[in-house]
């Protein structure tokens, strides 16, 4: 975010080439534990948006800011910053959260669809696979589509109590009692 202010106050300031300079390092910075939560952001962030419109955080972190108060306009900087980045599983999973509060028809397809983008990434996260599994449950999705999932990321999954938890599940359910005991055995859940 300092990155994104240095650019705006280079702007303010009439020094053009900064202000490019200082948001093209912001756009180069990780997003993890980036959370802009104060209002006087959302100018900066827009004028950021305005200056390169192919700037996929921008709008990103303008979202996530925004999603309380105004959640229509935040799902539509997520779905842009989806399609400047569609490699970006966290902006995937806001997007899987806003469609599944929302009661229009399709809204939950849309949001499976996006949270099967998320798991899809190289990295999947093991709290998307989770929350997938939460959003095929409520849709009547198979166990064996389910525990699929959860099998094939099974290296991610362990590295959660909740994903590894819903995965334990699955496997009694489907009768892998035996697997389920051993994943068991060798786990300290944290409550």
Same mark, same amino acid.
Request: hydrophobic share 40%; net charge neutral; with cysteine.
């Given at each position: 975010?300092?990155?994104?202010?240095?650019?705006?106050?280079?702007?303010?300031?009439?020094?053009?080439?900064?202000?490019?300079?200082?948001?093209?390092?912001?756009?180069?910075?990780?997003?993890?534990?980036?959370?802009?939560?104060?209002?006087?952001?959302?100018?900066?962030?827009?004028?950021?948006?305005?200056?390169?419109?192919?700037?996929?955080?921008?709008?990103?972190?303008?979202?996530?800011?925004?999603?309380?108060?105004?959640?229509?306009?935040?799902?539509?900087?997520?779905?842009?910053?989806?399609?400047?980045?569609?490699?970006? /599983?966290?902006?995937?999973?806001? #997007?899987?959260?806003? &469609?599944?509060?929302?009661? %229009?028809?399709?809204? @939950?397809?849309? !949001?499976?669809?996006?949270?099967?983008?998320?798991?899809?990434?190289?990295?999947?996260? /093991?709290?998307?696979?989770?929350? #997938?599994?939460?959003? &095929?449950?409520?849709?009547? %999705?198979?166990?064996? @589509?389910?525990? !699929?999932?959860?099998?094939?990321?099974?290296?991610?999954?362990?590295?959660?109590?909740?994903?590894?938890?819903?995965?334990?599940?699955?496997?009694?359910?489907?009768?892998?009692?035996?697997?389920?005991?051993?994943?068991?055995?060798?786990?300290?859940?944290?409550?």
């Amino acid at each position: 975010m300092v990155y994104y202010y240095l650019g705006y106050f280079a702007e303010r300031q009439g020094d053009s080439q900064n202000a490019l300079a200082y948001r093209k390092q912001a756009q180069l910075q990780r997003p993890d534990y980036v959370f802009p939560f104060q209002q006087e952001v959302i100018d900066v962030l827009r004028s950021a948006i305005a200056a390169n419109p192919l700037d996929a955080r921008a709008p990103y972190y303008l979202g996530n800011l925004l999603y309380d108060w105004q959640p229509d306009e935040a799902v539509s900087l997520w779905e842009k910053s989806s399609v400047l980045d569609p490699a970006a /599983p966290v902006t995937w999973r806001n #997007l899987a959260i806003a &469609y599944s509060h929302q009661t %229009t028809e399709g809204s @939950k397809s849309k !949001a499976i669809a996006c949270l099967e983008k998320a798991v899809n990434n190289p990295n999947p996260f /093991p709290t998307h696979l989770a929350e #997938l599994d939460q959003l &095929y449950k409520s849709e009547g %999705t198979p166990v064996e @589509k389910r525990l !699929a999932m959860f099998e094939k990321n099974q290296k991610v999954v362990v590295k959660k109590d909740d994903a590894l938890g819903a995965m334990i599940n699955l496997k009694i359910f489907a009768g892998k009692t035996d697997e389920s005991i051993s994943l068991l055995k060798n786990r300290t859940f944290s409550i």
